[in-house]
């Protein structure tokens, strides 16, 4: 594993200028790489997109589901009934009414529940803003020269400055994941901007 340290840059040609003033001080082109990470939400990490397998907010969804199939079907049958009572209707109106009831109370059991957990407040770690979108500027160091790249890259002009391990080939950050919380480089720690 290779010690990495990097920078969000907000252009391109900040994040540039930034690995031309790290060559400056010795850093070698096959050290330093620059990309652009997406923001939250937007890193493919499935087929159909996305980073997430299901939304944190819905997780609440299948218990309100179940509590409106049940409370839909009884508020179904007895206007049903009512129905069949008052207009002599067959039986098997009493029945469609309890699915329709069913149906409709699942549907807003769940979204019930979904929206009572947003307003609630409550963020879960899927919800958090990991790592800001931007141009990150990575460079190849070792722990000698790990705090020369890093005050290099902060009067550069970059911010959230990281320190990682992982694996450089072919001068890159072969297994960088956006969707992982990065690690402060702690003598220049700060506030994320």
Avoid: C
């Avoid at 067959?90 to 947003?118: D, F, R």
């Avoid at 790249?149 to 320190?163: C, M, T």
């Amino acid at each position: 594993m290779s010690l990495i340290v990097a920078a969000r840059f907000t252009t391109f040609p900040a994040a540039e200028s930034a690995a031309q003033k790290l060559f400056n001080a010795g850093f070698v082109e096959e050290d330093v790489t620059l990309f652009f990470v997406n923001p939250r939400g937007q890193h493919a990490r499935f087929p159909l997109g996305g980073d997430v397998s299901t939304d944190p907010a819905a997780r609440e969804a299948p218990k309100g589901a179940g509590l409106g199939v049940t409370i839909g079907a009884v508020a179904g049958a007895i206007v049903g009934v009512g129905i069949f009572a008052a207009f002599s209707a067959p039986l098997l109106v009493s029945v469609i009414a309890a699915g329709v009831g069913a149906y409709v109370g699942s549907l807003v059991g769940a979204m019930s529940h979904t929206h009572e957990h947003g307003k609630s407040g409550h963020r879960t770690p899927f919800h958090e803003e990991i790592r800001d979108s931007g141009v990150l500027v990575a460079a190849h160091v070792s722990p000698d020269n790990q705090l020369d790249a890093a005050r290099v890259l902060r009067e550069a002009g970059g911010v959230s400055i990281e320190k990682a391990t992982g694996r450089w080939q072919q001068g890159r950050w072969a297994d960088f994941d956006p969707t992982r919380t990065p690690e402060p480089l702690n003598e220049f720690a700060e506030k994320r901007v």
